[in-house]
C-alpha cells in the first residue's frame, strides 16, 4: 500500500520516528517526484502505477486510438506518442534498473496500443509492427535514454556529477545502476 503522506519513511523497523509529537507512519512504499519507491529499489511499484495510469488514459482514448477510430494511422501514433509515452517514461534512467518481468509489464502494453492502432491481426509478430512503425521497444528506449543521461553527466561541469559514474565495489546482490544500462540491453 503506497502512503501518500508526506512524513512517511520505509526503514528498517528499529524505533519508532516521531514528528512534532505524532508517529510519523512506516510505509514499504513512498511517492516522492511523481516516482514510487519501494525499500527494496526492485521498481515493481512504480511500473505497476504507470501501468495502472496508463490503462485508465487508454480507455478514455479508445474512441480515438480504438481499431474503429477513422483517424490515420499517423495521427493515432502521434498522440501515443505526445500523451501515452511520456507517462511511462518519466524517470525512465532510474526503473530502466528494473528486472526484465517488470520492464516487460510496459512491454505487453506497449505491443497492445500498436496492436489497437494499427488494428493488426494476432498472427502479425510485435517485432514487425515496431519496425514498421518505427516506435522502439521499452528496452531500446531505456537504452537511447540512458545513453543521453550518461553522455550529459559525463560533461556537466560540476564534479560532484561526475563522479557518480566511478564504478562502487559490487555489493551482495547484483543490482544494476542507471550507468550500466546503456550497455544492458546489447545482446
Known sequence: ???????????????????????????????????????????????????????????????????????????????????????????????GTASQLNIEILQRLQNKILRMATDAPRYIPNHMLHTDLQIPTIREEITRLSTNYKAKIEVHPNQLTTSLLEKHAPGRLRRYSPFDLPNRFIT
Open 1 to 95: 500500500m503506497v502512503q501518500e503522506s508526506l512524513y512517511s519513511h520505509f526503514t528498517k523497523p528499529t524505533h519508532l520516528l516521531k514528528f512534532n509529537g505524532t508517529i510519523v507512519p512506516q510505509g514499504t512504499t513512498i511517492k516522492y517526484l511523481g516516482i514510487t519507491l519501494d525499500r527494496r529499489l526492485t521498481w515493481k511499484p512504480n511500473i505497476q502505477h504507470k501501468r495502472k495510469q496508463l490503462g485508465i488514459l487508454l480507455q478514455r482514448m479508445y474512441w480515438i486510438i480504438g481499431r474503429k477510430s477513422k483517424l490515420s494511422l499517423t495521427n493515432k501514433l502521434l498522440i501515443y506518442k505526445i500523451i501515452l509515452k511520456p507517462i511511462w517514461t518519466y524517470g525512465l534512467p532510474l526503473w
